[in-house]
């Protein structure tokens, strides 16, 4: 079925998505972890309210995140050019990858931690608890299995932003179902390609849920 | 006399909430002295305010007016950082525990000394002590979701003692527990206010809770202090509305029997009495019936104290009688106007 060469270009392809996936999305932690922090601590009835700091970074996220992925990875190219000297191919995707999915993370972070009983918190500041010492022993420690499930979540959906930006050169498994699949018909290998990433993402999103389940003290 | 000490005072508080309209005062002008060592009540219906009282003695709310008092020292006025530290002296137990899920017993109890800078290993030596003393040395290594509710408030008292705070605050600490369980906390509560002289509050709205291990209460209704006084006192002769209410209904309203009755007393038993048929022999006497509405016994400070509802029957002489042959054996008898 496939000409010879091409399995070999399909194993490239495939870590080429792998390491853009994974790349961004530890560096888009890097960014959207603290942001989600900000957003938990700072929220009107959060442990250190400063509603301007809160609302400001909300309408800022709200707004990288409504704009589609495929506009935002060309929208920001000189921004891209900038960072990494070049607009095409894996290191250039990484950098769209992790400007959209920052915010995302942000607010699964957010809302993971948010699933903290208001009581233990109470309970902290009955104790003496500073916001600081909070944050740490209780916030994060408390919603660690929820947060491990939100990074089920974004690494996949990285993944398919991942595959996305082949459209615009990107490189991976995205690149070549395109290229092939769409611009030379060859159905085939659009195909495989699709069943390919439906099981990547399906052995990343169980072995997220495993490691939350495992961690969750709670059971 | 030995002169008391006070452990709290609570001077002028008001607190209210900003609503849409307006504010909801939840708390008006409220003073409150408890003494050092003492195992003060506060009781009330739910939305009393009693809650938020308790929250305003270690200031996790603020009063929106008046001053708080810990051993002396003024907490009102400290700023955020010193408040955190005078917040080592005072443990607080809540009614759903809030222990933190992800941490076994034994780091729950080690979580405040970690918060008040303890070294490591001196923190494990005290919370290994502690869950000694609460009973559950055997468990040190359970997450909070293996233990029982009664379980989980001992590892939460232990967790409040661990900084060897002056005062216990204890909010509605057995309302999620069933009736044996609440019974051993109780005394657990009882013995170390007795073995380690820790003031406690307790918050309740449960009469039976202040009866048992309280030696003053205050009756709060409608954010004020509607009476105060020794437990004994207020339980024999309330004075308020809802004084009466609680010790009579224990909060609860008889949807049963509707409308006043006539003719209805309440009867105190006090010490010994309890083991004699009083009541029966009352009836053989004066041959005639009482209507029994309710009753109950318990144990108060160590003697046994029962309490009755009864009905008389409507003849004036036979009542009159009656009544006699109670007061007679020294127990009291007051008309009480509803049931």
């Known amino acids: ?219 | 006399m030995e002169k008391k000490e006070t452990m709290i005072h609570l001077e002028g508080i008001s607190k209210s909430f900003p609503q849409k309209r307006g504010s909801l005062e939840v708390l008006k002008d409220i003073d409150l002295k408890i003494e050092k060592g003492e195992v003060f009540g506060i009781i009330g219906l739910s939305g009393a305010g009693k809650s938020t009282l308790v929250r305003c003695i270690n200031l996790l709310e603020r009063p929106t007016k008046g001053r708080v008092y810990l051993d002396g020292a003024e907490l009102t006025c400290l700023p955020e950082k010193e408040l955190r530290q005078q917040r080592h002296s005072m443990g607080m137990i809540f009614q759903q525990f809030q222990l933190l899920m992800q941490r076994t017993a034994l780091e729950n109890v080690c979580f405040p000394l970690e918060i008040a800078g303890v070294p490591k290993e001196k923190a494990r030596a005290r919370a290994e002590e502690l869950l000694d003393l609460v009973g559950l040395g055997e468990r040190l290594g359970a997450y909070p979701s293996q233990l029982s509710g009664g379980q989980k408030q001992r590892v939460a008292i232990a967790r409040a003692l661990a900084t060897e705070p002056k005062v216990l605050l204890c909010d509605e600490a057995t309302s999620a527990l069933d009736p044996n369980t609440t019974a051993g906390v109780l005394r657990l509560l009882k013995d170390i206010n007795e073995r380690l002289g820790i003031t406690i509050v307790v918050i309740t709205h449960e009469m039976s809770v202040i009866q048992e291990i309280c030696n003053r209460v205050a009756i709060i209704d409608d954010g004020q202090i509607a009476e105060m006084g020794g437990v004994e006192e207020i339980f024999r002769a309330p004075k308020t509305k809802a004084g009466r209410e609680l010790v009579y209904h224990e909060g609860t309203k008889r949807e049963a029997i509707e409308g006043p009755m006539e003719n209805c007393y309440r009867v105190v038993f006090r010490g010994g009495i309890s083991g004699e048929p009083i009541l029966g022999g009352m009836m053989l006497e004066c041959n005639a019936v009482a209507n029994i509405l309710s009753g109950n016994t318990r144990m108060l400070d160590g003697r046994v104290y029962g309490q009755m509802m009864i009905q008389l029957p409507a003849d004036k002489e036979t009542r009159e009688r009656m009544l006699a042959y109670l007061r007679e054996r020294e127990v009291e008898v007051e008309e009480v106007q509803y049931v």
């Open chain 1, 1 to 219: 079925m496939f000409k010879e060469g091409m399995m070999a270009l399909v194993g490239i392809a495939f870590w080429e998505s792998i390491y853009m996936t994974l790349i961004s999305t530890f560096f888009a932690y890097l960014i959207g972890l603290p942001l989600g922090l900000i957003l938990v601590m700072t929220d009107g009835e959060g442990v250190r309210p400063i509603p301007i700091v809160h609302q400001t970074l909300g309408i800022i996220i709200n707004i990288v995140r409504s704009v589609p992925f495929l506009i935002l990875i060309v929208t920001i190219m000189p921004f891209t050019k900038l960072a990494v000297g070049t607009t095409i191919g894996p290191k250039a995707a990484i950098v769209g990858l992790l400007v959209a999915a920052a915010p995302f993370i942000a607010r699964l972070v957010e809302s993971s931690l948010k699933e903290v009983e208001k009581g233990v918190i109470e309970a902290a500041q009955s104790m003496g608890a500073s916001p600081l010492q909070i944050l740490v022993k209780v916030l994060i420690p408390e919603a660690k299995p929820s947060l491990l499930v939100g990074s089920a979540i974004a690494v996949t959906t990285i993944l398919g932003y991942s595959a996305m930006a082949g459209f615009v050169g990107g490189g991976g498994l995205g690149a070549i179902a395109i290229n092939y699949g769409v611009h030379r018909g060859q159905r085939d290998i659009m195909y495989v390609i699709v069943v390919l990433l439906v099981v990547i993402v399906q052995i990343l999103q169980e072995f997220g849920m495993q490691i939350a389940k495992r961690t969750d003290k709670r059971l």
